[in-house]
């Protein structure tokens, strides 16, 4: 009886611990869910928010000045099924289903499908009609963030 009364204090304590550091990481983890949607520095491209949650999701396929988007997609990322859930609003699977149409109707240039921060930075450096996303903390002097999501 006696080792049940001390275990208990130790329980209580080892719960509010294991409590105080899942605070901490859920803190943490949505630091680092900031995403930054990013055309190439030398790219003059703007959109608002709202447009570029459409290109993303299919329905806007040009930039106000009638240049086609091209969009730089890593879906199969954390951060890309991040964006797509908190910024686009709807699943990969929907937006993949919306540019299939899209592209079978000649409507929009078929995304270009990379698998990390890297390869956005280097295809919107490429082209000035590109436009991807990243994680922020990967912003550097080549991009040029144009919205950001989470923060």
Do not use: C
């Not at 006696?2 to 719960?15: F, I, K, N, Q, V």
């Not at 959109?47 to 806007?60: C, K």
């Not at 919107?124 to 590109?130: D, L, S």
């Amino acid at each position: 009886m006696y080792s049940t009364h001390t275990r208990r204090p130790m329980a209580r304590l080892s719960g509010i611990v294991v409590f105080a550091l899942a605070l901490l990481f859920a803190g943490a983890g949505q630091a680092s869910a900031q995403i930054s949607i990013v055309v190439g520095a030398g790219s003059s491209q703007t959109a608002s928010e709202s447009d570029l949650a459409q290109m993303f999701g299919g329905s806007l396929t040009s930039w106000s000045n009638g240049s086609q988007v091209q969009i730089v997609d890593q879906p199969d990322s954390p951060v890309g099924q991040t964006f797509y859930a908190d910024f686009v609003g709807r699943s990969v699977g929907q937006v993949r289903k919306a540019f299939t149409a899209l592209l079978l109707s000649g409507q929009a240039q078929r995304p270009e499908k990379v698998t990390d921060d890297a390869a956005v930075k280097a295809a919107v450096v490429r082209n000035p009609n590109a436009v991807g996303y990243i994680s922020s903390a990967a912003l550097d002097d080549t991009v040029r963030e144009i919205a950001r999501v989470g923060g």
